[in-house]
């Protein structure tokens, strides 16, 4: 036989050998992820049961009353600040005017 057949015949036997193994690897993995994924819909199904299975409706014994107004914080006259707030930058007094502005609209 010469050299260039025995190397032909080499590879047909090696491929012969490797296409079906590389197919069969394939298949079992494919198989694999697709018996993960049964498994995760499985598991899945049986989380939304017990969620369902374990929700149950709320029901009070008395009926909800309003909440307690929130303490409002301490407010200081203009006047006890003396000559310190009169050199107050303009946007400090103009924050304290919107804090003044937001609490005259929405009196909590």
């Given at each position: 036989?010469?050299?260039?057949?025995?190397?032909?015949l080499?590879?047909?036997?090696?491929?012969?050998?490797?296409?079906?193994?590389?197919?069969?690897y394939?298949?079992?993995?494919?198989e694999a992820?697709?018996?993960a994924?049964?498994?995760?819909h499985?598991?899945?199904?049986?989380?939304?049961?017990?969620?369902?299975r374990?929700?149950?409706?709320?029901s009070?014994?008395a009926?909800?009353?309003?909440?307690?107004?929130?303490?409002r914080?301490q407010?200081?006259?203009?006047?006890?600040l003396?000559?310190?707030?009169?050199?107050?930058p303009?946007?400090?007094?103009g924050?304290?005017?919107?804090?003044?502005?937001?609490?005259?609209?929405?009196?909590?």
């Open positions: 036989m010469s050299r260039q057949m025995t190397f032909t080499a590879c047909v036997v090696v491929l012969s050998a490797l296409v079906p193994g590389v197919a069969g394939l298949s079992a993995r494919m992820i697709e018996a994924e049964r498994n995760l499985a598991l899945e199904a049986r989380l939304h049961l017990r969620e369902a374990e929700a149950r409706p709320v009070f014994p009926p909800c009353l309003r909440t307690p107004a929130t303490p914080f407010q200081v006259p203009a006047t006890a003396g000559e310190y707030g009169k050199r107050w303009a946007w400090v007094t924050l304290l005017k919107e804090v003044a502005d937001f609490e005259r609209d929405y009196d909590y």
